[in-house]
T-cell receptor, first 116, second 110 residues
Framework: GAVVSQHPSRVICKSGTSVKIECRSL??????MFWYRQFPKQSLMLMAT?????????EQGVEKDKFLINHASLTLSTLTVTSAHPEDSSFYIC????????????FGSGTQLSVL | GENVEQHPSTLSVQEGDSAVIKCTYS??????FPWYKQELGKGPQLIID?????GEKKDQRIAVTLNKTAKHFSLHITETQPEDSAVYFC?????????FGPGTRLSVLP
């Protein structure tokens, strides 16, 4: 299956700092990538849809100025959590649709963010 | 919009037994239904999927069935093994987005 690489897998930062998470499709091109947030023992909560070369579409209640998404190429999308606070601590997961593979959606390995 | 329900929320089976997880969706426009397995601390992994023009699909010990009329689909795992223990999510492809069920925590007891 297609591979989506996400880095870092775990990050600990101080309150007020910014953290960047990278999501790469390694063996396919992805015009659309999705960013999810997952709380312990809960389902995936869609944060935003990232389209290559255009602005991301954010879900209701997600602050676009806090969660900056950039999708500069067909294989790379980044999520930057700006001025992180403890309440931003969570498991963040990216996913990508294989442009040539129809609807199939592949996930990265996730990033555990802990804000002290 | 689409809404996906999933049952049961937790499931414990003895090794070697079968496990069945059921999902229902609300919008008949949904036409693609993947299943994901998520192990602790990892991202979800696509394990099987089915399109709306197919009623059943099988891949070794895993099978998925779809009833379009009733708007429900199920995941069947036969001969369960301890490594099948994980959280399983169903999803429905609606518009340009995926709507996920709340997940089922499967425990396979040795």
């Amino acid at each position: 299956g297609a591979v989506v690489s996400q880095h870092p897998s775990r990050v600990i930062c101080k309150s007020g700092t910014s953290v960047k998470i990278e999501c790469r499709s390694l063996d396919f091109q992805a015009t659309t990538m999705f960013w999810y947030r997952q709380f312990p023992k809960q389902s995936l909560m869609l944060m935003a849809t990232s389209n290559e070369g255009s602005k991301a579409t954010y879900e209701q209640g997600v602050e676009k100025d806090k969660f900056l998404i950039n999708h500069a190429s067909l294989t790379l999308s980044t999520l930057t959590v700006t001025s992180a606070h403890p309440e931003d601590s969570s498991f963040y997961i990216c996913s990508a649709r294989d442009q040539g593979g129809g609807e199939k959606l592949f996930f990265g390995s996730g990033t555990q963010l802990s804000v002290l | 919009g689409e809404n996906v329900e999933q049952h049961p929320s937790t499931l414990s089976v003895q090794e070697g037994d079968s496990a069945v997880i059921k999902c229902t969706y609300s919008d008949s426009a949904s036409n693609y239904f993947p299943w994901y397995k998520q192990e602790l601390g990892k991202g979800p992994q696509l394990i099987i999927d089915i399109r709306s023009n197919v009623g059943e699909k099988k891949d070794q010990r895993i099978a998925v069935t779809l009833n379009k009329t009733a708007k429900h689909f199920s995941l069947h795992i036969t001969e369960t093994q301890p490594e099948d223990s994980a959280v399983y999510f169903c999803a429905a492809y609606y518009g340009q987005n995926f709507v996920f069920g709340p997940g089922t925590r499967l425990s396979v007891l040795p």
